[in-house]
Nanobody, 130 residues
Framework: VQLQASGGGLVEAGNSLRLSCEVS?????????LGWFRQAPGKEREFVAH????????YYADSVKGRFTINRDNAKNTLYLQMNSLKPGDTAVYFC???????????????????????WGQGTLVTVSS
């Protein structure tokens, strides 16, 4: 299974950027939650957003709620993160990841932990200038 993230770059504060993450390989993606995380220099990896692939249910970190949108294209097996109103504090390497769903009832907070995810993309750098 491979996750290939792309779309990062340098943007000015207030502008937008869209990240993509192509998922390939032997994965029954309907049984997964796909997420975006980010890691700024010297900081721990933090949760950004996740989506239940089969149903499209989404969940966001408070820091990005109302500015970022996670969605997916089923036909292309591609995950997206639309980032609007970017701030310098959004500067980080962004990672996409996939976590298998192992329970009938899903606790959204559970899937904010990086340890739940067993497949990771390589990361794409987003730099927001002030």
């Amino acid at each position: 299974v491979q996750l290939q993230a792309s779309g990062g770059g340098l943007v000015e504060a207030g502008n937008s950027l869209r990240l993509s993450c192509e998922v390939s390989g032997r994965i029954f993606i309907d049984s997964y939650i796909l997420g975006w995380f980010r890691q700024a220099p010297g900081k721990e990896r933090e949760f950004v957003a996740h989506i239940r692939w089969s149903r499209g249910y989404t969940y966001y970190a408070d820091s990005v709620k109302g500015r970022f949108t996670i969605n997916r294209d089923n036909a292309k097996n591609t995950l997206y993160l639309q980032m609007n109103s970017l701030k310098p504090g959004d500067t980080a390497v962004y990672f996409c990841a996939a976590a298998p769903i192992r329970t009938v009832i899903i606790d959204n907070d559970d899937y904010t932990r990086p340890s739940k995810y067993n497949y990771w993309g390589q990361g794409t750098l987003v730099t927001v200038s002030s």
